[in-house]
């Protein structure tokens, strides 16, 4: 390599850190000083604590869709069943859950937990040979 018309050849036996005369020591941190950066850097990197879920303090609503769907196939539930589905959704939401499969005395809801909204509803004819996506969780009530 030329720089200036000059040739660089590498110094022997400079192998390692590099000492600068400025610092007295090796380039960077004085002693105790890395101690101190690396205490700073792992107070910096702790993982955050993640807040408490969400839990939803109003009812649970149902949507137009999954409101039609019941009226479709028959389905109704009882004020002990959505207490029991309103529960399984607070459940879902404490383990932080977004969209939930919630398995009822003969009906399966799909839950928007963050909304507090009942997607929709299947029957148990319907639920044979199902495939059901977008879910992350499910919560048998």
């Known amino acids: 390599m030329k720089a200036d018309n000059k040739i660089l050849q590498p110094q022997v036996g400079q192998v390692g850190p590099?000492?600068?005369p400025s610092l007295g020591g090796a380039k960077g941190l004085k002693k105790g000083e890395?101690?101190?950066a690396l205490r700073s850097l792992r107070e910096s990197v702790k993982?955050?604590?993640k807040a408490e879920p969400q839990i939803p303090a109003y009812p649970l609503k149902f949507s137009n869709h999954a409101i039609e769907r019941m009226r479709a196939r028959g389905l109704a539930f009882s004020p002990e069943q959505l207490a029991r589905i309103e529960q399984g959704v607070e459940k879902a939401a404490k383990k932080g859950a977004q969209n939930t499969l919630l398995?009822?005395?003969?009906?399966?809801?799909?839950?928007?937990?963050?909304n507090n909204t009942v997607v929709t509803v299947m029957d148990p004819a319907q639920m044979k040979d199902s495939v059901v996506t977008?879910?992350?969780?499910?919560v048998l009530v």
């Open 34 to 36: 890395f101690e101190e």
């Open 103 to 114: 398995m009822s005395d003969g009906a399966a809801l799909i839950v928007s937990v963050k």
């Open 47 to 49: 993982p955050q604590i």
């Open 18 to 20: 590099q000492k600068d």
């Open 134 to 138: 977008n879910i992350d969780s499910t």
